[in-house]
């Protein structure tokens, strides 16, 4: 496998599009994407979507996305895997330049979620859980996030208060992202008060849904000039998926995300890296709890101590661990298919030193993401380095 490179992105913001449709929410963000990177066409096209097919009656996105942005012709196909979704289609357009298949490829992820009523939503969200025994009683994945944070809360003697440093910090990041969903600072009393969605999850434990789309650029590594335009060469040093269970109770342990270590482990074996080696970190916060398993998987914390991260200020901008830079799922919103794209593009942005007021001071030069797809069964983990 040659080097990869990733020489554009382009987002649009997460919002409710009511006058944009799919195939323009994508265009927008490879329009953009292609105009950073400097190219007009490409080799394939990778779409990263869950929900087109119940939510907007469109399938086949591959060569409706294709077509609109001016790239009839071309290889084009949409890949999902649930939440995991944009991830998933990275990791497709990765192998695919990588093993020389292709020259280049776009991948985009795209999302458009709030044209449908909650409750179908819901349930369209639910088919990434196990049909039979999780969807089928009832269960939604707010539901499912509840049983396991409230799990954890007896397992290791948490108190439900000492998540808020998760929301917190992802509010106060997305200040400063002119991209993300929500833009108000909140605070821990603000927490506490929120309203109860699913005991013990709290409308301020949740990430809000959007639409919203995302593009990466990808070329081979030795096509790209250090210092081109200015920047450092971001390249992809390592990507790494792994499964478990659809349905929670099927684990061995509903605590620990299995998916999430692994894939962690062989994306840090890739890349000749540790936890330690990690200068920011994406992760995938749809739930407060989420974020606590997601941190102790990938190896920055102990089992049973992701909250203690936040409670010792090691999750901001200036902490050991810098989460959710540009507001994470919880406040730059959760497109779900799309979120993967966003994460890779935000660690991209503080790599090449363009974060603006939520720039990294230290200036990372390594950086990870994790996405995940349903509540842990598929989870791909992402590193970038700046050369």
């Not at 080799?43 to 591959?62: A, H, K, T, Y």
């Not at 650029?217 to 081109?228: I, N």
């Not at 936890?275 to 995938?284: A, G, K, N, W, Y």
Request: proline share 4%.
């Amino acid at each position: 496998m040659r080097d990869v490179a990733i020489l554009g992105i382009g987002q649009t913001p997460i919002a409710e599009h009511w006058e944009k449709s799919l195939r323009v929410l994508a265009g927008e963000a490879v329009f953009a994407a292609l105009a950073d990177g400097g190219r007009e066409r490409v080799d394939g096209l990778f779409v990263g979507n869950m929900l087109s097919g119940p939510l907007n009656r469109q399938e086949n996105l591959g060569a409706l996305i294709s077509d609109w942005v001016g790239l009839r012709g071309v290889e084009a196909v949409k890949i999902e895997a649930a939440c995991g979704s944009g991830g998933a289609a990275l990791r497709a357009g990765l192998m695919a330049v990588g093993s020389g298949a292709m020259e280049s490829a776009l991948v985009v992820g795209v999302e458009k979620m709030t044209e449908t009523v909650g409750p179908q939503t819901t349930a369209a969200l639910a088919t990434a859980a196990d049909a039979d025994w999780e969807a089928a009683m009832g269960l939604s994945f707010v539901a499912i996030n509840a049983l396991v944070m409230r799990r954890y809360l007896h397992e290791y003697g948490w108190q439900h208060h000492d998540f808020a440093a998760f929301s917190i910090n992802a509010h106060a990041n997305a200040l400063h992202n002119p991209n993300a969903r929500l833009h108000d600072a909140i605070t821990a009393k603000d927490y506490s008060r929120a309203r109860m969605v699913a005991d013990p999850i709290n409308l301020l434990d949740a990430s809000p849904i959007g639409d919203g789309a995302a593009a990466l650029l990808l070329v081979p590594a030795e096509q790209v000039t250090a210092g081109e335009r200015g920047r450092p060469v971001i390249t992809i040093a390592a990507s790494a998926s792994a499964t478990d269970s659809l349905a929670v109770h099927d684990r061995r342990d509903p605590l620990w995300l299995s998916a999430g270590y692994e894939s962690a482990r062989r994306a840090y074996q890739q890349a000749g890296v540790g936890p330690t080696d990690i200068q920011v970190f994406e992760l995938h916060d749809a739930f407060s709890i989420m974020a606590a398993l997601s941190l102790e998987a990938c190896g920055f914390a102990e089992r049973g101590q992701g909250p203690r991260l936040g409670l010792e200020n090691a999750i901001g901008l200036t902490g050991r661990v810098p989460i959710a830079t540009g507001g994470g799922l919880k406040a730059r919103g959760h497109p779900v298919g799309a979120t993967g794209v966003y994460q890779v593009l935000e660690v991209a942005q503080q790599l090449r030193g363009e974060a603006g007021a939520a720039q990294i001071p230290s200036q990372p030069r390594v950086g990870m993401a994790q996405n995940i797809g349903g509540s842990g069964a598929t989870i791909l983990t992402h590193i970038l380095r700046a050369n």
